[in-house]
């Protein structure tokens, strides 16, 4: 009964103990929540492109003399639904082995400069499809103590984000800088941003900013919560700077090497 609470009064042992238990009871149902929101977003994600190709299978089985472009196009649009559902599966996938082997992190030395050349060098021709111009820029070289393969992976989520979600003929610059503690990589777009009231809710599991638009780009709704899980198993932190129509600016804070 997650909703009951326990009347405290006073300010004795028993009162401190009542209280305790509130709050772990308020924590217990939040959870519980978070939970059954999140098997809702799994179910609702997957049924979405079932229900195509459900539709789309039916439309060719129940027509006679079917023409032969019509079969290429609705194969093409039913494959196109399977790659969605995999890149879902995928990323569930991602977020299960984060959540039970984050402490089994392969940290160490990391060359964070070949890192993000590497990415940029990687994800550059999906720029090159769009005309986005894709912009490096480094002021020291910097090492960390970081798993580099899922380190690797937030960053590439991001920076993917960035060239997807500007439009053709825009920009995405990725720069890196550090001080004594910390480095600092900073993504930064010339896209259509994020109004301020999503900005709070965009690192939730499967929240869309823009739902119809996320879908039609191939997006999970899971990559901004990879990535910030990823960043806080390697004791970093992802802030998001935005604005509607005018772009989004992503910094990312990772503790150098000691």
Do not use: W
């Not at 149902?29 to 299978?57: A, G, W, Y």
């Amino acid at each position: 009964q997650l909703h009951q609470r326990i009347e405290t009064k006073g300010h004795d042992e028993f009162a401190h103990l009542s209280e305790a238990i509130n709050n772990m009871t308020t924590r217990l149902e939040q959870m519980d929540s978070s939970r059954q929101e999140f098997v809702s977003n799994v179910s609702h994600e997957l049924k979405t492109p079932l229900s195509s190709i459900k539709v789309l299978t039916e439309s060719i089985l129940l027509q006679e003399n079917v023409p032969t472009e019509m079969y290429s196009e609705f194969l093409r649009d039913i494959n196109s639904e399977i790659d969605r559902m995999t890149n879902i599966v995928n990323d569930l996938l991602s977020l299960v082995r984060l959540d039970y082997n984050g402490a089994k992190l392969n940290i160490a030395e990391t060359d964070i400069n070949k890192m993000l050349r590497d990415i940029i060098k990687r994800i550059k021709p999906l720029a090159d499809n769009k005309s986005i111009t894709l912009n490096y820029d480094a002021t020291k070289e910097v090492a960390i103590d970081a798993d580099e393969v899922k380190l690797s992976l937030a960053i590439s989520n991001l920076v993917e984000n960035g060239v997807k979600y500007t439009p053709v003929g825009g920009e995405v610059s990725v720069s890196l800088d550090a001080d004594h503690q910390n480095c600092y990589i900073t993504v930064q777009d010339t896209g259509i941003g994020i109004d301020e009231e999503e900005q709070s809710k965009i690192f939730e599991r499967f929240y869309r900013a823009d739902k119809a638009r996320t879908r039609e780009m191939g997006g999970t709704g899971l990559g901004l919560s990879i990535a910030k899980e990823i960043l806080d198993q390697n004791k970093g932190s992802i802030d998001i700077k935005s604005e509607l129509g005018k772009g989004t600016e992503v910094i990312i804070r990772i503790p150098v090497k000691k």
